[in-house]
């Protein structure tokens, strides 16, 4: 089982960035998706969440409006378009796929958001 991140780097404050997460090893179409994002001294805290067939979302308060969560299930595949970043969304981005009988969680992706 394997969820890996990729698409994090350096961005300048009102810049974009795409996060994609690869999911193997298991069903992922059966499975919400999630991302994550821990901050330096922060608690972890939900960004955003897809429901296994797609369509349904939910944003955390802090990104709503500027980030979209979105699934692609043949390429098992879930994404995050991070658009208007702001020095505040610097953190390492995790991806977690959960059902009612599994937890999975990715190594995080570093994003930073500094002029």
């Known amino acids: 089982v394997r969820l890996v991140e990729s698409g994090g780097g350096l961005v300048q404050p009102g810049g974009s960035l795409r996060l994609s997460c690869a999911a193997s090893g298991f069903t992922f179409s059966r499975f919400v998706a999630r991302w994550y994002r821990q901050a330096p001294g922060k608690e972890r805290e939900l960004v955003a969440d897809?429901?296994?067939?797609?369509?349904?979302?939910n944003y955390g308060d802090s990104v709503k409006g500027r980030f979209t969560i979105s699934r692609d299930n043949a390429k098992n595949t879930v994404y995050l378009q991070m658009n208007s970043l702001k020095p505040e969304d610097t953190a390492v981005y995790y991806c977690?796929?959960?059902?009612?009988?599994?937890?999975?969680w990715g190594r995080g992706t570093q994003v930073t958001v500094s002029s």
């Open positions: 897809i429901i296994s067939a797609g369509g349904r979302t």
């Open positions: 977690n796929a959960q059902n009612s009988y599994y937890d999975y």
